[in-house]
């Protein structure tokens, strides 16, 4: 197995992170849109002037630059500081029984959450008009329970039964809670 040590694995990170941030300034350039996450969708609100008068280019550069990558370092740190017991509010809060439930089907709500959302989305009038704070958080808890409940059906049907398999055909115990 390849072994870089701990130099070597900083400078990767640092290096992909990197690549990662120019690659987001390129692809902001090059399609002279603000980096989101249905980026795929290009709705024709969003033009040359879609931001009117205002010149927030460099801004859009530097968000794109970075906003995935730091909220990924960030999230890294948590878990680290969770592992080697240094953050022990936070790791009293996430080890507490009552998010096993969520625990066990967090896998499928992540790899379906897109289709409720998008689903959400898409039923909606466009251009969106969020008239209060309750719009916003109508959207939120159908998502949420849409992705909750399609997570639980795939969990249910797909993820115990192939680990139920792995179980009988593997000579290993397999932890399972």
């Known amino acids: 197995m390849f072994k870089c040590g701990r130099?070597?694995?900083w400078t990767g990170s640092i290096l992909i992170i990197s690549i990662s941030s120019i690659l987001n300034v390129h692809e902001t350039i090059r399609n002279n849109f603000p980096p989101a996450v249905l980026h795929w969708k290009h709705l024709e609100m969003f033009n040359q002037d879609w931001l009117g008068d205002w010149d927030w280019t460099l801004y859009h550069l530097l968000y794109g630059a970075v906003f995935r990558n730091l909220f990924a370092i960030s999230i890294a740190l948590l878990i680290y500081n969770c592992h080697v017991s240094e953050s022990d509010p936070f790791n009293k809060i996430l080890s507490l029984k009552l998010w096993m439930p969520l625990s066990s089907i967090s896998y499928s709500v992540y790899l379906i959450h897109v289709v409720p959302i998008t689903f959400?989305?898409?039923?909606?009038?466009?251009?969106?008009t969020y008239t209060d704070k309750w719009h916003i958080a109508f959207h939120y808890l159908v998502q949420l329970s849409l992705s909750i409940a399609i997570g639980f059906i795939v969990t249910m049907s797909v993820e115990i039964p192939f680990r139920n398999l792995?179980?009988?055909?593997?000579?290993?115990?397999?932890?399972?809670?």
Do not use: A, N, W, Y
């Open 166 to 177: 792995e179980r009988i055909f593997s000579k290993k115990k397999i932890h399972l809670e």
């Open 120 to 128: 959400t989305f898409l039923l909606d009038q466009f251009p969106m």
């Open 7 to 9: 130099v070597g694995g």
